[in-house]
Nanobody, 119 residues
């Protein structure tokens, strides 16, 4: 059974930092591209940051220079270091694992962790 379990969400003041973690089980973690998404109330889910199996990274423009995605294949975990947090970063953050072959796409989601940026 595949599980993605996010943790690290919290209430933090503007300008603060948080590190989110997503621990995966039931998959060969190292071959999956890992992505953080977020969804604020009333908004669509949006991509925040992604890291490929080859360690290439991509970020939403709104978080470039503030957020850093990384992965530890030995621990089957992907991280999102979030610095200089803003109120507009408030959202539920979801972890996604995806692996594509020519014929199939394997796609898994975590349950999400709440990040609230407020004074």
């Amino acid at each position: 059974q595949v599980q993605l379990v996010e943790s690290g969400g919290a209430l933090v003041q503007p300008g603060g930092s948080l590190r989110l973690s997503c621990a995966a089980s039931g998959i060969t973690f190292s071959i999956y591209a890992m992505t953080w998404y977020r969804q604020a109330p009333g908004n669509q889910r949006e991509l925040v940051a992604e890291i490929t199996r080859g360690l290439s990274t991509n970020y939403a423009d709104s978080v470039k220079g503030r957020f850093t995605i990384s992965r530890d294949n030995a621990k089957n975990t992907v991280y999102l270091q979030m610095n200089s947090l803003k109120p507009e970063d408030t959202a539920v953050y979801f972890c996604n694992a995806q692996y594509r072959t020519i014929t199939n796409t394997y796609d898994f989601w975590g349950q999400g962790t709440q990040v609230t940026v407020s004074s």
